[in-house]
């Protein structure tokens, strides 16, 4: 798979270079450069094929050039064990596609797990290795820890806000032979993210600790979220005969982009819902509007390290073929003041717990009706986090407790002995300096 960056088609650069040196010099986000026609192996798999299966074939198809199908096979089977996202059937024409049955209940577990298994193969590649930082609030930080932990070639630090390290595992930490430093600044996850952002922003510490990203900046995080749609299709095709729609809470659109790049990758698909963000929107005919695009590429600040979004990669896909884009992306207003009578609806209609972003998304589907016909068509509804993460605001909305599965019991626990540093990037920096050492 060759990679452009959205500032400069003419760079190319291998998903190698994409991953391990993931910030391109000209402030964009790197992008497929060219689509990938995976229908014979997309027709090929069925509802008897493994997630992991389908992810390494997948891998073999799209990185052939750079990854043996018995190593893509290995980084599947590593990343994922057993593990895959769960498909549900809500009624004849709405299904569920959930994706928090990754060892934390985080949507970003199995993406995490890709990313980490993938970049361990580069590393032994090239007999060398790098270090991850990332700005962290206590689920993410869960999530990213249980993919990189015990990687022999992967090193991570999790930046927190002061008092938020909470059910990581201290076998894993560098203190006690493991791969992984926690540290607490004192302040905000804002304050975080700006101390993440100063270290990758100097590129010459970027070189001298290998940092690379672990969030969808880097395309090795996004990629296999590409593998969600090919996986609920193979579920749900015996099961329906008209359009098939995928609904996608927004958060910072790497979901969408994912299921996008499955549809320049051949996948059967008639359009994607999203509830609408300031990023974007559509006017009173329906026609996409992205507000970042008012501003030319070249007059834009650099993609964000810390705190990325994927409108860019979004623009990207249909700059060729604006029209494209209407007929395929339907954003909706969708209040966030919503989310419990939207929790409870998703309730009383299938007996199920959803999260807010889930919430938002249900509300997209609602008011998409008028654009979709479900007399024919199905919509898949993909479920992010885990409901046990807000149970109290789905107790709130439903009147029913939520069940905290047991493999959670332990992630509101506090974890002593954490260092705490001024939110001062020089202190970051020592300890990159420390940990190489």
């Known amino acids: 798979m060759e990679l452009i960056s959205t500032r400069d088609a003419s760079r190319i650069v291998s998903f190698h270079q994409a991953v391990l040196d993931c910030i391109p010099p000209d402030g964009g986000l790197y992008v497929p450069a060219q689509e990938e026609d995976l229908r014979r192996w997309i027709m090929f798999m069925d509802d008897s094929t493994s997630f992991s299966s389908i992810a390494g074939t997948l891998t073999s198809a799209l990185l052939k050039e750079e990854f043996s199908p018995v190593v893509c096979e290995r980084i599947a089977g590593k990343a994922f064990a057993g593990r895959s996202p769960e498909i549900r059937q809500l009624d ?49 930080g869960r999530s990213l820890a249980a993919a990189v932990a015990g ?56 070189e001298k600790f290998n940092l690379t990203l672990a969030n969808t900046m880097n395309i090795g995080r996004l990629l296999p979220q590409v593998f969600f749609y090919m996986y609920a299709f193979t579920r749900i095709r015996k099961k329906i005969m008209g359009d098939l729609f995928y ?24 359009g994607f819902i999203t509830n609408t963000t300031s990023g974007l929107s559509c006017d009173a005919r329906g026609n996409c509007l992205f507000m970042d695009s008012l501003v030319p590429l070249k007059e834009r600040g650099p993609a964000d390290p810390a705190a990325p979004s994927n409108l860019e990669r979004l623009e990207q896909v249909f700059e060729l073929n604006p029209r494209m884009l209407r007929g395929l992306v339907y954003p909706m207003d969708v209040s966030r003041n919503l989310v419990p009578d ?11 717990f959803v999260d807010s972003d889930t919430a938002l998304a249900w509300g997209a589907i609602t008011a998409a009706g008028d ?64 940990m190489g050492s």
């Not at 298994?117 to 007999?127: F, K, V, Y």
């Not at 201290?170 to 607490?184: A, L, M």
């Not at 409870?344 to 299938?350: E, S």
Request: net charge negative.
């Open 92 to 140: 004849d024409h709405v299904f569920s596609l959930e994706l928090h049955t990754g060892p934390t209940g985080c949507h970003k577990d199995f993406g995490f797990l890709w990313f980490a298994s993938a970049l361990e193969h580069l590393l032994i590649m090239d007999t060398t290795t790098a270090t991850v930082m990332a700005a962290v609030d206590e689920i993410t």
């Open 151 to 206: 990687k022999e070639r992967l090193r991570l630090v999790l930046v927190y806000p002061k008092e938020h390290v909470r059910g990581l595992n201290p076998e894993t930490f560098v203190s006690n032979g493991g791969n992984i430093w926690p540290v607490e600044i004192d302040g905000n996850l804002s304050a975080a993210e700006d101390l993440v952002r100063a270290v990758y922003s100097d590129r010459s510490l970027v």
């Open 247 to 270: 609904a996608v809470p927004a958060g910072n659109y790497g979901n969408l982009v994912a299921g996008l790049y499955g549809w320049k990758f051949s996948l059967p698909v008639n």
């Open 342 to 352: 939207l929790m409870l609806d998703v309730y009383r209609k299938y007996g199920i």
């Open 371 to 434: 654009r979709i016909d479900y007399d024919e068509a199905s919509v898949v509804l993909v479920s992010k986090d885990h409901p046990a993460f807000e149970a109290g605001t789905i107790k709130r909305a439903c009147g029913q407790p939520v069940k905290v599965p047991d493999f959670m019991e332990d992630f509101s626990r506090p974890v002593p002995g954490i260092t705490t540093i001024p939110a001062d990037v020089e202190q970051l920096k020592k300890v990159l300096v420390e």
